[in-house]
Each structure stands twice: as C-alpha cells, then as structure tokens.
C-alpha cells in the first residue's frame, strides 16, 4: 500500500508539472475582460435608443424646413438655422447617417450647444445658427463653390468632418487648421453628393471626437460648456438624416 500510494503521487505529480505549461499559455491567450462600456459605433447595444421627432423643437426654421418620416428626417435647407434636442446632454455617443441631395451641400451637427445662444435665435424669430461644437456635415462640392464665388483658396475648411467651437471653447486635435481653431480629418472618407455617409461622435467629460464612415478623424478637448443641446442645422441646401441614435453616459 505503501509503494502504490507513492507511485501515485509521483504520477500525480509529474501529470500536474505537464500541464501547468499548457493552462498557462491558455491563460495567456485569454483576452482580458473590463467592465468598461464598448463603444458600438453602429449605435448597436444596450443602453442606445433613437432619437425621434419627439425629441426635437423647431428653433428658428420654418414648419416646413424638417419632416420627418420613416427613415428620418428631410432638411430642405432653408432657411438657415435648427432644431434642437429637447433635452440637455453631457456625456453620449450619438450615431447618425447623413446624406446631402445636392452639390456643395452645407450642414452641421451642433454639439453641447448654448441655451443662451438658443433662447436669442428663438426671440429673434431669424434665420442664424447658435453657439456650441459643430461637427461639420460638407458636400465635397462645397470647396470648388467656395473658390469660385470668392476667388481664394479653400484652405480654412474641408468636407471630411471637420470639427470646432462656434463662440465657445475648444482646443483642438492634429491637424490643426491655418487659424488653429479647427481640428481637421486625419483622414479623407467622406463620400460625394447622393451617398449616406456614417458619422460617431462621442462627447465625454469635455472632449468630443468623431468618427466618420468607421474611422476616427478629428475632434476636440477642454471643451467650455460640456452640457447643452443637440442640433442639426439647416444651411442652404436639402439634406437627409436617418438612424438618429443616441446612448447617454455617466
């Protein structure tokens, strides 16, 4: 008995120094898990839900300017101003496809924008646009138009997702515009006239950055205020959004 339990425990032994190599290089291939929220930037997930005509107030356009129906929402692009969220928001992600239906379409999305700037369009009762982040919506026609109307090079602005502080403060990420108030893309992925575009903002604790047809490009930190409204903007010409998606963070 003696002789039988030692053989064992020996073969024991030596079965557990084999395999201690094989779970180690398992654990090692393992990924490793967080509780930290995954950014879906298909707007997929929990937590993401959409954002409707019910969470939208006409500020200073006209009734007809927005209309919306299954998809989305139809912008005719005049005259010039928004709509906003009903609410405020702080920390999100916001998904949303846009699609300009005419060459050197311009549009905008407006981040954590100014009750104060909203409340003087809104009394003004005129065409204007508020205060805030705008996340720039550009039809890759726009820069020809520019240069031809005005005789000067378009090189301030570009139509792949530029980003910056209209009457607020932010500083922005490389590439930095000539006026280095811009950030602009890092990369060139906006797609013409007549084809849907994707764009992912995520705004948290004062930086925003976006994300256009997959791939992050530009954005923005220190932002001053990082609380206010949402707004898409009506500038000049028709213009569709649909899948208007949101997920609130802590």
């Known amino acids: 008995m003696i002789r039988s339990c030692t ?16 779970t180690a290089a398992r654990a090692q291939e393992a990924p490793a898990t967080t509780d930290a929220p995954k950014a879906f930037i298909d707007g997929t997930g929990e937590g993401w839900r959409p954002l409707t005509k019910d969470d939208f107030v006409n500020v200073n356009c006209h009734d007809d300017t927005w209309t919306w129906n299954d998809e989305g929402v139809h912008c005719t692009g005049s005259p010039t101003g928004v709509m906003r969220t009903t609410k405020k928001f702080t920390n999100f992600e916001l998904v949303c496809e846009w699609n300009h239906r005419k060459n050197a379409g311009n549009s905008g999305i407006f981040v954590w924008t100014t009750p104060e700037s909203i409340e003087r369009l809104a009394e003004a009762g005129k065409p204007g646009l508020p205060q805030g982040i705008e996340v720039q919506v550009l039809d890759l026609g726009y820069a020809e138009q520019y240069e031809k109307s005005y005789n ?27 006026d280095g108030v811009r950030s602009f893309p890092s990369k060139e992925l906006t797609k013409g006239v007549g084809e849907w575009n994707h764009y992912y903002v995520r705004a948290i604790n004062g930086e925003v950055r976006l994300w256009v047809n997959g791939e992050e490009v530009s954005g923005g930190t220190s932002c001053e205020p990082s609380t206010g409204y949402l707004c898409l903007e009506s500038e000049g010409s028709p213009i569709d959004f649909r899948n208007l998606r949101i997920r609130e963070l802590p």
Not at 7 to 22: D, E, Q, Y
Request: aromatic share 12%.
């Open 7 to 22: 053989w064992s425990l020996r073969t024991a032994l030596v079965c557990l120094a084999l395999a201690l190599p094989i």
């Open 152 to 178: 000067k090079p378009a090189d301030w602005f570009t139509s792949h997702g530029d980003v910056f502080p209209v009457g607020v403060k932010m500083k922005p990420f490389p590439p930095v515009a000539p």
